[in-house]
């Protein structure tokens, strides 16, 4: 089984500042797709950007982007311009087909 | 249906009783993934079906758990003579195919007394 490794179980911002939580992933394949999810209290799942191992181009969602460095196995999310409604658990997850791996999660804080 | 759709939302039972928790996936979506989340915790697989095979139970905790899809449709997830480790809430999620983004449902939580 791969595993994703959430290094930060907690992150505070400033609202309007930016801030970056990281993931490593360990894998011994060239294909594969990483995600960020979002957990609010509500405790829902909601995807909040994806990558395709593929390409080269870091995603990018609004406010959200990823820094995917694939020799190094890294995938941290940056999200700018914090608002107060980004606080929640933050989930980076590895998929390979049917295998699809969760971390332990970042818990962010932002404060007004 | 629009999205995932897992029921009961709340379950509270009896040490040793058996229960069956249901997820209704994304109408056509292939891959069906079932997570079991302790609170402040990342979600744990627990089993994987293509369709109405179940291709990976490899994190299925002991033989009380079980799970199937028969129509490639509706899962159920059974956990026999529940214990109060169980407790935890668990997860239901689709994908459209392999690969692609999964969609997850709000969750049963489940706590044995």
């Known amino acids: 089984a791969q595993t994703v490794t959430q290094s930060q179980p907690e992150m505070s911002v400033q609202e309007a500042e930016t801030v970056t939580l990281s993931c490593t992933y360990d894998?011994?394949?060239?294909?594969?797709?990483l995600f960020w999810y979002k957990q609010p209290p509500s405790r829902q799942m909601i995807l909040v950007i994806r990558?395709?191992?593929?390409?080269?181009q870091n995603a990018t969602e609004n406010r959200f982007s990823v820094n995917f460095q694939k020799a190094a196995k890294s995938f941290s999310l940056k999200i700018s311009d914090s608002q107060l409604g980004d606080a929640a658990m933050y989930f980076c997850?590895?998929?390979?087909?049917?295998?699809?791996?969760f971390g332990a999660g970042t818990r962010l804080t932002v404060k007004p | 249906g629009a999205g995932v759709s897992q029921s009961p939302r709340y379950k509270v039972t009896k040490r040793g009783q058996d229960v069956a928790l249901r997820c209704d996936p994304i109408?056509?979506?292939?891959?069906l993934y079932w997570y079991r989340q302790a609170l402040g915790q990342g979600p744990e697989f627990l089993t994987y079906?293509?369709?109405?095979?179940?291709?990976?139970k490899s994190g299925l905790p002991n033989d009380r758990f079980s799970a199937e899809r028969p129509e490639g449709s509706i899962s159920t997830l059974t956990i026999q003579r529940t214990e109060q480790r169980d407790s935890a809430m668990y997860r239901c999620?689709?994908?459209?195919?392999?690969?692609?983004?999964?969609?997850f449902g709000q969750g049963t939580r489940l706590t044995v007394v």
């Open positions: 990558q395709e191992a593929y390409k080269q």
């Open positions: 999620a689709s994908s459209a195919m392999v690969n692609t983004e999964a969609f």
């Open positions: 109408s056509g979506h292939v891959s």
């Open positions: 997850a590895y998929r390979r087909a049917n295998d699809m791996r």
């Open positions: 894998t011994s394949e060239s294909d594969y797709y």
């Open positions: 079906f293509n369709y109405e095979a179940q291709q990976d």
